[in-house]
């Protein structure tokens, strides 16, 4: 059974803090995504990385960073949260094929107090 | 104006309605047409998709590109209580793997 796992359900934080959100596929996937999903704004695309060490900025890149230093993991960086930055973090991963399923990881709700 | 749009509902309907979500789409180049299925605090997951224009049938749910209009439809017979969610619709161009996803509709069956 494919997976992508998060490293935390529920997360809370305070503003300033620097916080590390763990993405993990077990699939072999080439690709991963960073994307936050808030109520009526749909899933934003944050950063994407295409293989080993590579990254791209997504649609809404200020104020996070990403790291991917081996293949199955993908971290997501808040330099110094804020409040703004409360929302679910979903993470993905997906084949190299155009076609290929992209699968989610269950998500982090993460709370900027 | 978003590459990809869909009215977020959210859209509440009673057991065995038909019910039809859809999305708008502006980029041409777009080739293949998913819809994901997104229960409440899950990730969301691959439900059905299509390459370029056409139907594709699984089931009570029924995929359906009209690339001419820009248009892509899902539609779910027979519907029952657990296909209660958020459905996404996402395209892409073929030369990349980004998604580019609409924003989601709330279906609610109710009993």
């Known amino acids: 059974d494919v997976k992508v796992t998060q490293s935390s359900r529920y997360l809370v934080k305070r503003t300033g803090e620097k916080v590390f959100l763990e993405c993990v596929q077990d699939m072999d996937h080439e690709n991963m995504f960073w994307y936050r999903q808030d109520p009526g704004l749909g899933l934003r695309l944050i950063y994407f990385?295409?293989?080993?060490?590579?990254?791209e900025k997504g649609d809404i890149p200020e104020g996070y960073s990403v790291s991917r230093e081996k293949k199955e993991r993908f971290s997501l960086i808040l330099e110094s949260a804020s409040t703004n930055q409360t929302s679910m973090y979903l993470c993905?991963?997906?084949?190299?094929?155009?076609?290929?399923?992209?699968?989610f990881g269950p998500g982090t709700r993460l709370t900027v107090t | 104006q978003k590459e990809v749009e869909q009215d977020p509902g959210p859209l509440s309907v009673p057991e065995g309605a038909i019910v039809s979500l859809n999305c708008t789409y502006s980029n041409s180049a777009f080739q293949y047409f998913m819809w994901y299925r997104q229960y409440s605090r899950k990730g969301p997951e691959l439900l059905m998709y299509t390459y370029s224009s056409g139907n594709k049938e699984d089931g009570r749910f029924t995929a359906q590109v009209d690339k001419s209009s820009k248009y892509i439809s899902l539609f779910i017979r027979d519907s029952q209580p657990s296909d209660s969610a958020t459905y996404l619709c996402?395209?892409?161009?073929?030369?990349?793997?980004?998604?580019?996803f609409g924003q989601g509709t709330t279906l609610q069956v109710k009993p």
């Open positions: 996402a395209m892409n161009g073929g030369n990349t793997g980004k998604l580019i």
């Open positions: 990385s295409y293989d080993v060490k590579m990254k």
């Open positions: 993905a991963s997906k084949g190299q094929h155009a076609v290929s399923e992209q699968y």
